[in-house]
T-cell receptor, first 115, second 116 residues
Framework: AQTVTQSQPEMSVQEAETVTLSCTYDTSESDYYLFWYKQPPSRQMILVIRQEAYKQQNATENRFSVNFQKAAKSFSLKISDSQLGDAAMYFCAYGVEDNTDKLIFGTGTRLQVFP | DTGVSQNPRHKITKRGQNVTFRCDPISEHNRLYWYRQTLGQGPEFLTYFQNEAQLEKSRLLSDRFSAERPKGSFSTLEIQRTEQGDSAMYLC??????????????FGSGTRLTVV
């Protein structure tokens, strides 16, 4: 069965600095998608970045980038120039395009940003 | 379009009571999902609809839970004879299945259920 592991329950970073959140996963599939979602307190889950497993190039969205290591089954998120608004729960998720397209989530990392 | 809408935002109920939650997906999305998120955990898949057909249910969905999506529009999730272990955030998501690559997979803000 596919699993997603986030080993950092909490992380903190100073404003304008860089922080990396870790995620590992287990799967026997060769083609899949990986995601980082942001969940601010009492607000909806928002997609931060998406990576297609068959693409070797790491995805980038403005200040957010990933380090995708397919052989190691690792998918870390780097947030550059951290802002106060980045404070939230971050969830790593895995999905396979099939009849359902359901997502499997990790347990999350709470990111605190200090001024 | 205002995105995925869930009502109510919060629900407090006594153990043993029945509760019903509603999800209004993005209008053109044919796929609808329910997830449950307990404290300190990530969301876990509960069930999935394509249009009005419920095509998959997780083993987490006991027989006290029932979900419907009449006419392929909004969906309801009902929990009968609630238990304290049912306390969680219930998240709804929708997507356009034909839009491959998980594009447009959108979550609502959730309904937080507290069973006392």
């Amino acid at each position: 069965a596919q699993t997603v592991t986030q080993s950092q329950p909490e992380m903190s970073v100073q404003e304008a600095e860089t922080v990396t959140l870790s995620c590992t996963y287990d799967t026997s599939e060769s083609d899949y998608y990986l995601f980082w979602y942001k969940q601010p307190p009492s607000r909806q889950m928002i997609l931060v970045i998406r990576q297609e497993a068959y693409k070797q190039q790491n995805a980038t969205e403005n200040r957010f980038s990933v380090n995708f290591q397919k052989a190691a089954k690792s998918f870390s998120l780097k947030i550059s120039d951290s802002q106060l608004g980045d404070a939230a729960m971050y969830f790593c998720a895995y999905g396979v395009e099939d009849n359902t397209d359901k997502l499997i989530f990790g347990t999350g990392t709470r990111l605190q940003v200090f001024p | 379009d205002t995105g995925v809408s869930q009502n109510p935002r919060h629900k407090i109920t006594k153990r043993g009571q029945n509760v019903t939650f509603r999800c209004d997906p993005i209008s053109e999305h044919n796929r609808l999902y329910w997830y449950r998120q307990t404290l300190g955990q990530g969301p876990e898949f509960l069930t999935y609809f394509q249009n009005e057909a419920q095509l998959e249910k997780s083993r987490l969905l006991s027989d006290r839970f029932s979900a419907e999506r009449p006419k392929g529009s909004f969906s309801t999730l009902e929990i009968q004879r609630t238990e304290q272990g049912d306390s969680a955030m219930y998240l709804c998501a929708s997507s356009l299945g034909a839009n491959r690559g998980f594009n447009g997979y959108t979550f609502g803000s959730g309904t937080r259920l507290t069973v006392v």
